[in-house]
């Protein structure tokens, strides 16, 4: 019989004041084994969602100055790490980034450790990592993949507009590619317009980066060749005239974000500790401008070294809370398990755990 892959929890419910809340998650720190997978002077790269302008529902820094401290205290060299966006925002290039992320909290000052933007001032610096995926034969990854050791990636569980789901493994596979990679994995997005529905109010003419609306018979107009696929102008529009065929597109997203994850947890020969955090979930996920409200009450942080169980674990236990599938009521029309089967099959870890309260 296969062994279950360990995932280890402490509990965020209850009403817990801050200086609780911290030293539950330094006794994950410590349980989980997670300070043991690096040696004296690695570089261990924190990667984590620093959170959009408008937007707090990030992990809090707090969490992160635990995790920072206690690196450091094991003779590692942490360092917080992202890469820009491909949409229009305040992460789409690292000096605006960097400030942002100063803004939420996430300072040498207040970490206690540097900030690097991965992939550089405007995502052109890369590593290519070959696979053998069904969709790619190589991987293109922000280089800062290639130049640290061991990467702890951060984690906060959300619903997705695209995915239904993002945890552990968007992090590292959508988070951890430059914008050229991130391009190619929503290469199957193509938003249309829905005539009858449409105002022309040019709300999504601002938000396209790569200006691929135009006017058409005084209706909005996304021109194929040009469009990306960020969604952007699904977001934007406010009378729902914005059509994707999720049915489709979310699934090969979903399929393309595991194997860039794989690409990553290749390059780090298997170096990469797994912590998801369980509160403030809401329906979409952190790049949005806005603060959504909770869809689930808070749960508690997971610590692993198998990111398909860990992101089961976290999928099973909000839906426990909440008496329901979550994020299939959020997103009805995208399979939020396609990216766990597919994980699965490519042996990036086992959705078969044991969770382990410390």
């Not at 994950?28 to 002077?41: V, Y």
Request: charged share 25%; aromatic share 6%; with cysteine.
């Amino acid at each position: 019989m296969t062994s279950k892959s360990k995932v280890f929890m402490v509990s965020l419910s209850g009403g817990l004041s801050e200086r609780d809340a911290l030293g539950r998650f330094e006794r994950l720190i410590d349980s989980s084994g997670a300070l043991s997978s690096f040696k004296p002077d690695e570089f261990v790269a924190i990667k984590i969602h620093f959170g959009e302008k408008g937007n707090t529902g990030h992990v809090d820094p707090a969490f992160v100055r635990i995790l920072a401290r206690s690196i450091t205290r094991s003779k590692g060299k942490p360092f917080l790490t992202d890469t820009n966006t491909l949409y229009k925002g305040e992460r789409m290039n690292a000096v605006d980034h960097l400030r942002l992320a100063e803004q939420h909290g996430f300072s040498l000052a207040k970490i206690g450790c540097p900030l690097i933007i991965g992939g550089g001032l405007l995502s052109r610096d890369v590593k290519v990592v070959p696979i053998n995926g069904r969709h790619f034969k190589e991987a293109k990854l922000a280089s800062i993949v290639q130049d640290c050791d061991v990467i702890f990636a951060v984690s906060h569980l959300t619903g997705h507009m695209v995915t239904g789901m993002g945890a552990a493994i968007k992090n590292l596979g959508m988070g951890l590619a430059n914008r050229a990679g991130k391009l190619l994995q929503h290469s199957s997005v193509k938003p249309s317009v829905i005539d009858s529905k449409c105002v022309f109010c040019r709300a999504c003419f601002d938000v396209c980066p790569v200006k691929a609306i135009s006017e058409k018979g005084k209706k909005a107009w996304i021109d194929p060749s040009v469009c990306i696929g960020c969604a952007d102008c699904l977001v934007a529009c406010r009378f729902d005239a914005i059509n994707i065929d999720w049915s489709e597109a979310g699934r090969a997203v979903s399929e393309r974000m595991v194997e860039y994850a794989e690409a990553v947890i290749a390059a780090k020969k298997k170096r990469v500790v797994y912590f998801n955090f369980l509160n403030k979930i809401t329906a979409e996920c952190d790049c949005l401008a806005k603060d959504d409200p909770r869809i689930v009450s808070d749960i508690g942080i997971l610590a692993s070294g198998d990111p398909v169980a860990i992101d089961q674990a976290s999928c099973d236990l909000a839906f426990k809370e909440a008496g329901r599938d979550i994020f299939k009521e959020e997103h009805p029309q995208i399979g939020w398990e396609d990216q766990l089967r597919y994980a699965e099959e490519r042996g990036l870890g086992s959705r078969g755990y044991e969770l382990l309260e410390v």
